[in-house]
């Protein structure tokens, strides 16, 4: 418990802490200047205020009031010590956020007393401060060990889409931290980018719907082909849907929606502009320059160069024309990801 004391008189500072000492209180520190007092309470966080009301330099009242403007001084007892016939003065003093009076001259079993009981409430208070922050920390931490459960479910799906096509695993990481990349550079908060970097993971596991037949056919699809392969926006969005997580439910939002187009010509349910999720948006950027620049059995990889003039040449229809300036914004930091091809899922970003 540390009490400040200020006082000008030093007869009375020594009367006032030997008071302090008798109800309990060891810290005591005295000041006989204000000034000198207020700085020091700006370093160090007392549990107890005494302060005299006339004092040169600095009344009081205008003591009491610059102390309850700092951030640690909002609910600390704060004595005034005045005459009794300061009427006036009590109620500024309340006013100004004082908690109690000692009148002079001052009763030593009246005062002992009401420090006493002052002291017994600043320790209720601090207990009180110190459950909270307790339970704050509590808090935080069962919030951070389910974020942790929830991002490993989802990193365990994206292995599972990974085991039914191995040349999607690179794949996946490459999207999800080109869609953070893009995301970054568009503004958005540090927690909805790294949402959408574990979310983006899972925009194809909706390919876990698919036949064999039509995962590993090696040519070119026909129509019906592609009109099956298609599906698997629905068949992502109906795995991931109805779930209470933040992140699970942004992964449903992401599988269904990759394949929209900007015009409204995209699938599953030609959403246009705006009415097309950001995060859709923004892993459709993404999932395009990866497909590009990726060989496939049915087609050769196109240079980064080739892919980025496409995502530019098709902005405002295809691509949201926003997000395909913060994609070539991003360009060479993007480039740089491809470097990282082979990294397994589950690293993060």
Not at 224 to 243: K, P, V
Request: with cysteine; hydrophobic share 40%.
């Amino acid at each position: 418990m540390k009490l400040l004391l200020v006082d000008d008189n030093p007869s009375n500072l020594f009367m006032l802490g030997k008071l302090a000492q008798s109800s309990g209180i060891a810290d005591v520190q005295s000041f006989r200047d204000p000034l000198q007092a207020l700085d020091e309470a700006r370093r160090t966080r007392f549990d107890l205020i005494i302060v005299d009301y006339m004092m040169p330099g600095m009344d009081g009242l205008t003591l009491i009031r610059e102390v309850r403007s700092l951030p640690d001084y909002i609910d600390v007892p704060i004595v005034m010590v005045t005459t009794v016939d300061q009427r006036e003065i009590c109620y500024a003093a309340l006013e100004a956020g004082a908690t109690d009076f000692l009148t002079k001259p001052v009763d030593m079993a009246e005062a002992k007393a009401r420090l006493r009981n002052l002291a017994m409430l600043r320790e209720m208070q601090n207990k009180l401060r110190d459950r909270a922050d307790w339970l704050q920390t509590e808090v935080q931490k069962a919030t951070h060990d389910r974020m942790g459960l929830e991002e490993e479910i989802i990193l365990r799906l994206a292995r599972a889409v990974e085991r039914r096509d191995p040349s999607i695993g690179s794949h996946l990481v490459r999207v999800a931290r080109t869609a953070r990349e893009i995301a970054e550079e568009l503004g958005q908060a540090e927690p909805y980018c790294q949402d959408l970097y574990i979310a983006s993971l899972m925009h194809d596991i909706g390919k876990l719907g698919l036949s064999d037949d039509l995962l590993y056919k090696a040519g070119p699809y026909t129509a019906e082909e592609r009109r099956r392969m298609q599906a698997h926006t629905l068949i992502g969005g109906e795995i991931l849907e109805g779930s209470r997580s933040r992140v699970i439910r942004l992964a449903a939002e992401i599988a269904e929606t990759h394949h929209e187009f900007w015009n409204g010509t995209g699938y599953p349910r030609g959403l246009k502009e705006a009415t097309i999720p950001l995060a859709g948006r923004i892993v459709s950027v993404a999932d395009v320059f990866d497909a590009l620049t990726s060989e496939r059995p049915y087609k050769a990889a196109w240079t980064a160069e080739e892919a980025a003039r496409y995502i530019a040449d098709n902005a405002g229809r295809q691509f949201d024309p926003e997000v395909a300036r913060a994609f070539s914004l991003r360009y060479f930091r993007i480039l740089k990801i491809r470097e990282q091809a082979g990294t397994p899922i589950g690293f993060a970003a």
